[in-house]
T-cell receptor
Framework: KAGVTQTPRYLIKTRGQQVTLSCSPI?????VSWYQQTPGQGLQFLFE???????NKGNFPGRFSGRQFSNSRSEMNVSTLELGDSALYLC???????????FGQGTRLTVV | KNEVEQSPQNLTAQEGEFITINCSYS?????LHWLQQHPGGGIVSLFM???GKKKHGRLIATINIQEKHSSLHITASHPRDSAVYIC?????????FGTGTSLTVIP
């Protein structure tokens, strides 16, 4: 079965712009969570969606937002990009909080 | 304070050696994942554990819930095992991650 698909894989944006990243979970999975990976901070939790509702949010500024659609696909948006937003953004999907999570390949965002 | 601590941070081994990576955590968890990340690559979940022990090929993962500790073992290590190994614990809907162990296996 198809894995977790993140698009695009690579992205270069300019400071001040906004960006939207997409995550398509494994078919049947209703939980999607997002993570940021930077060399200095490692992996950090951004937010988690289940059945179109945000259930949990990490300690990130309001410039980071997300949503989930009825087909469980999720998008995250970062507005007014800063150089420090350059990172690998990962999403993971699972059927629910008690089942195994599967990670996507990530989107590598570079802000210049 | 980190909810998840991994050791060692860096590890170099000769091909064929037995390798152990340790993970200790301080929060109540529903599951623990061992993840593998190759340079420039995405993340692959190797194991999900909530109790006991799991084995997949040359990889073995164990967890002791009472001691809040897990280990990842690699038997007969191979250069293709060179990667960063990350311990992640799940509490409800959120993961906490260790900082990773960078493993290099020399032929």
């Amino acid at each position: 079965k198809a894995g977790v698909t993140q698009t695009p894989r690579y992205l270069i944006k300019t400071r001040g712009q906004q960006v939207t990243l997409s995550c398509s979970p494994i078919s049947g999975h209703r939980s999607v969570s997002w993570y940021q990976q930077t060399p200095g901070q490692g992996l950090q939790f951004l937010f988690e969606y289940f059945s179109e509702t945000q259930r949990n949010k990490g300690n990130f500024p309001g410039r980071f937002s997300g949503r989930q659609f009825s087909n469980s696909r999720s998008e995250m948006n970062v507005s007014t990009l800063e150089l420090g937003d350059s990172a690998l953004y990962l999403c993971a999907s699972s059927m629910d909080r008690h089942t195994e999570a599967f990670f996507g390949q990530g989107t590598r965002l570079t802000v210049v | 304070k980190n909810e998840v601590e991994q050791s060692p941070q860096n590890l170099t081994a000769q091909e064929g050696e037995f390798i152990t990576i340790n993970c200790s955590y301080s929060v109540g968890i529903s599951a623990l994942h061992w993840l593998q990340q190759h340079p420039g690559g995405g993340i692959v979940s190797l194991f999900m554990l909530s109790s006991g022990k799991k084995k997949h090929g040359r990889l073995i993962a164990t967890i002791n819930i009472q001691e809040k500790h897990s280990s990842l073992h690699i038997t007969a290590s191979h250069p293709r095992d060179s990667a960063v190994y990350i311990c992640a614990v799940r509490t409800g809907n959120q993961f906490y991650f260790g900082t990773g162990t960078s493993l290099t296996v020399i032929p």
